[in-house]
Antibody
């Protein structure tokens, strides 16, 4: 069974950057889409963007354009999410999620365990 | 309108049936893109329903999805205590070229 394993918790200063990784345990990688979804404490789910490794093409939510970068390394079956210019409102759990259908980001079939990112001075 | 609206809370007793609604617009509520997720606080969400009414393997048939007009619904029948969780609808929003989530419904099993 495919699993998504994310990197560990991060504590960052305001105005710094963070990178979170998501490695697939087995199964095909390039043909699926992978997204990043975040959840602030006590809040709902918010899609940030996604990528289809086969094409390398990333698609970002308008809210995060210019601050988020999503990349994929096919050699290690790992997807990365970088977020810059961090502010306290970015404190959240960040999930990676795989799309159910080939070459499509949505719906989200398999989820990583989540990575807590805390932004605090 | 790129918003999905869910009731913030719902409750029912074990064995009962509960319906959670998700209201949107023609640019997002389309059968082939509606999905529902179940999340126990502190854990990752889990896909319950996709393409409006399809269940992934391992999801019991107590969970069903439907759509009418610009609203979607999740029905849980034979409610069990471990169904107590947050439930989110989601759909692809054409105007944003990306998926959007409803605000979530916290289900309490009394």
């Amino acid at each position: 069974q495919v699993q998504l394993v994310q990197s560990g918790a991060e504590v960052k200063k305001p105005r710094s950057s963070v990178q979170v990784s998501c490695k697939t345990s087995r199964g095909t990688f390039s043909n699926y889409g992978f997204s990043w979804v975040r959840q602030a404490p006590g809040q709902g789910l918010e899609w940030m963007g996604g990528i289809i490794p086969m094409s390398g093409k990333a698609n970002y939510a308008q809210k995060f354009q210019g601050r988020v970068t999503i990349t994929a390394d096919k050699s290690t079956s790992t997807v990365y999410m970088g977020l810059s210019s961090l502010r306290s409102e970015d404190t959240a759990v960040y999930y990676c999620a795989r799309g159910r259908f080939l070459e499509w980001l949505f719906p989200f079939d398999i989820w990583g365990q989540g990575t807590m990112v805390t932004v605090s001075s | 309108q790129s918003v999905l609206t869910q009731p913030p809370s719902a409750s029912a007793t074990p064995g009962q049936r509960v319906t959670i609604s998700c209201s949107g617009s023609s640019s997002n509520i389309r059968s082939q893109t509606i999905s529902w997720y179940h999340q126990v606080p502190g854990t990752a969400p889990k896909l319950l329903i996709y393409s409006g009414d399809q269940r992934p393997s391992g999801i019991p048939d107590r969970f069903s999805g439907s759509k009418s007009g610009t609203s979607a619904s999740l029905v849980i029948s034979g409610l069990q205590s471990d169904d107590e969780a947050d439930y989110y609808c989601a759909a692809w929003e054409d105007s944003l070229n990306g998926p959007i989530f409803g605000g979530g419904t916290r289900l309490t099993v009394l």
